[in-house]
């Protein structure tokens, strides 16, 4: 039995069977071969490459099966790159006339096609690119006999461990039954992480080493809970845990019967609680759950785990279906925050030394105006059929702001001339998530009409720290004296401008800090479903004054330790049943 401890960034304890995803690249090197090797060379070469083929029509009749014809296609690039004979001939000339590999000859021959490519500056061709070094990655593998995984076609019960996953990986996992995952690499704020989140999957992520010491077929135990792995649990753990699922379990339901109440203090002070939603199908049952409308809707991942973009169509009927379903409640779509550890296939923002502070959300959106417009244009139509409102990711300041308006009012003048309906009075709002906007927050206040604090961005610019980094993750601290005093200016530049403001961040969605989100008086607070009757249940028992008074002697410490040691101290002792004296919940 071995034990590994982590980050748990996804509540919930899974028992199953281990699955390991490979995505480190194959190594190459160059090797000489004699004029005798040749000939088995070329046969070896050809063997992978037949191999490749048989591999991607199982894949592709497997795909339209599952999720229709129409996108089979995406394969079949793939297997018509297979047929090239400029690659696989170029290949084998080289085999020949150099006398060398397989694995070095096909790596040199795919080098050369990037460097065509790279010359030719047409978007579609350059998106080719990615196909070939995909297909020229699986006929590697096949040479050297390592199986090219997929996150997707997992057996039962499969709890996914890998160096590192993108968040593409954990959208493609819903399908599948898998049911946790565990990382070497990773943080609570990952869009990967957030993803585990949103579809209820146990998760545990920086454990450093864990890729190189399970197996597949491993006995496996993943306490998101705790941040806990265990491998080969011996029996007295197994029953150990099996027993502390049941109890989970038991609580999770327990809980659900909190949805319906009111999210009201002892005082009678309402808070607002909506849930963020990455998949438009999850919508279904937010309600339930208690979400009083969306507070985030990550569009991005419309983009995600496709070829193509996403039309102006499918915006529109993927924000009437949520609109409509939330009913008679309000949904925030942000437009969508593509770039750093978001990258959709169609649109490879390669190559950046750091993507958190490069060519993202409404940068991007800024930089392709014709991709952002058909967004706005999918959501002002669904404005038509209920209250949903607009909100522009990573605003720096003021002059953003008016950049991205005015390609809505673009927008909405195509519209008007189209004679096409939408809301003229549709809500716009920004999330204050990068420093610069959070002291001008007075400044943007006059110019939006709503706020939303992100705090996953906030807390990693104001810190200086990169939020997928675990190595850093403990400098990730929302009591920090400087996110506390961004807090409060914010909410405070708000309400003076007569503006609601709310927070969608995960901080948001975080029992411990339900008090200290209350005494700073945010007036929405949206998070991942499942924790919103977890934080309607401390609302439910708190007050107002207390909040306050918590607050503001948080805010007056000069440390961060300090601060949480003050919260976390207040906490357990004001709610034994629900926060142990780590802070964690107790359930
Ligand atoms: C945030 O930054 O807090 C946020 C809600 O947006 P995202 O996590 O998608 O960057
Ligand atoms: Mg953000």
Do not use: W
Not at 32 to 38: K, P, Q
Not at 39 to 63: G, N, Y
Not at 270 to 276: F, K, M, Q
Request: charged share 30%; net charge negative.
């Amino acid at each position: 039995m071995k034990v590994f401890h982590g980050i748990g960034v996804s509540l919930g304890i899974a028992i199953g069977k281990a699955y390991l995803v490979d995505r480190d690249r194959i190594s190459v090197s160059r090797k000489s071969i004699t004029d005798e090797e040749v000939k088995e060379e070329i046969a070896r070469f050809k063997r992978a490459v037949a191999t490749s083929k048989d591999q991607l029509q199982d894949i592709r009749k497997k795909l339209s099966l599952d999720i229709g014809e129409e996108h089979g296609y995406i394969l079949d690039s793939h297997l018509m790159i297979l047929d090239d004979k400029m690659l696989v001939n170029g290949a084998i000339e080289m085999i020949k006339g150099q006398m060398v590999n397989a694995e070095y000859a096909l790596k040199e021959v795919i080098g050369r096609f990037m460097s065509i490519f790279d010359g030719m500056g047409d978007e579609y061709l350059k998106e080719r690119k990615g196909d070939i070094e995909h297909v020229g990655e699986r006929i590697l593998r096949n040479l050297s006999g390592k199986a090219l995984d997929s996150v997707s076609d997992l057996p039962e019960e499969a709890v996914v461990i890998a160096h590192d996953l993108a968040p593409s990986d954990t959208f493609q996992m819903r399908k599948d039954r898998v049911m946790a995952f565990v990382t070497d690499i990773g943080s609570s704020t990952s869009h990967t992480a957030i993803m585990a989140r949103s579809l209820e999957m146990p998760a545990v992520v920086g454990l450093e080493v864990i890729s190189r010491e399970v197996s597949t077929g491993d006995p496996i135990i993943v306490d998101g809970n705790q941040g806990v792995v265990v491998v080969n649990p011996d029996q007295a753990t197994f029953l150990e845990y099996l027993e502390r699922q049941r109890r989970y379990k038991y609580f999770e339901k327990e809980l659900v019967k909190i949805s319906k109440l009111p999210a009201r203090t002892q005082d009678g002070h309402e808070v607002h609680l909506a849930a963020n939603l990455e998949i438009p199908e999850d919508v279904e049952g937010m309600q339930e759950h208690g979400a009083k409308g969306i507070g985030l809707f990550r569009t991005e991942f419309l983009f995600m785990n496709r070829k193509d973009l996403p039309s102006e169509e499918e915006h529109f009927l993927a924000c009437k279906k949520i609109v409509e379903k939330m009913e008679p409640y309000h949904v925030i779509a942000r437009t969508f925050d593509l770039g750093g550890d978001k990258i959709p296939v169609p649109m490879p923002i390669k190559g950046e030394t750091n993507p958190a502070l490069g060519l993202r959300a409404v940068r991007f959106s800024l930089l392709r105006r014709e991709i952002f417009k058909v967004q706005l244009r999918g959501i002002l139509r669904a404005s038509a059929y209920g209250d949903i409102r607009l909100m522009y990711p990573m605003i720096s300041g003021v002059s953003e702001l008016r950049q991205a308006n005015q390609v809505v009012h673009e927008a909405m003048d195509e519209l008007r001339r189209e004679k096409i309906p939408f809301n003229e009075d549709i809500k716009i709002g920004v999330m204050i998530e990068i420093p610069s906007a959070a002291v001008t927050a007075d400044l943007i206040a006059k110019e939006a009409d709503f706020f939303s604090v992100g705090t996953n961005d906030l807390i990693q610019y104001a810190m200086a720290i990169d939020r997928l980094n675990e190595h850093v993750a403990y400098l990730y601290e929302p009591l920090h004296p400087a996110v506390l005093r961004f807090l409060k200016m914010i909410v405070e530049a708000g309400h003076k401008a007569g503006i609601p403001v709310g927070m969608c961040g995960e901080m948001a969605g975080e029992p411990l800090y339900s008090l200290v989100l209350l005494g700073l008086g945010f007036d929405e607070l949206s998070m991942n479903q499942y924790s919103i009757p977890r934080m309607k249940k401390l609302f439910r028992q708190s007050e107002m004054k207390e909040a306050a008074r918590l607050t503001e002697k948080a805010i007056g410490l000069p440390t961060a330790e300090e601060a949480r040691k003050l919260v976390v101290d207040y906490m357990a002792g004001r709610f034994p049943e629900d926060i142990g004296a780590d802070g964690k919940l107790m359930y």
